[in-house]
């Protein structure tokens, strides 16, 4: 198995932070636009994509700012890899901007940015923001 590689993205949402603070952070939410079905059972969030299972920790949750996941696959591999979604106001116009970090392996890069880009394009029309 290659190292994976960490790269960020970043993404205007047109949304205000509690409502997608609540997209990025609770099973209901993510179900709606990150996959198919989100269970959670103490801080183990499982996500179903197509009859597909994976599951991942909940890292760290900083009310309206940020949810960092580690997928348990990655982490029983003894990778200290992890993804995070993170909220950015600016501070002058007040735009909302959503911080992704992940990991991929580096010939998977761009494919996964792809991926994230389709992902926050069902986001944005569930959220209604245009």
Known sequence: ???KVKYEMEFEVNSSTSVLFNMIST???LSEWFAD???IKDD????IWDGSVQ???LVSRKKGESVKFQWIDDHEDGLKTYFE???KVDDLTNDVALLIT???????????K?????????????????
């Open 44 to 47: 183990l969030f499982t996500f």
């Open 37 to 39: 079905d989100v269970n």
């Open 27 to 29: 099973p209901s939410g």
């Open 55 to 57: 599951q991942a920790k």
């Open 102 to 112: 992940d990991f991929a392996e580096s010939g998977d890069i761009d494919d996964a």
């Open 85 to 87: 979604f993170t909220i």
């Open 1 to 3: 198995m290659s190292e």
């Open 114 to 130: 792809r991926l994230w880009e389709n992902q926050i394009q069902d986001l944005k029309t569930t959220i209604g923001s245009f």
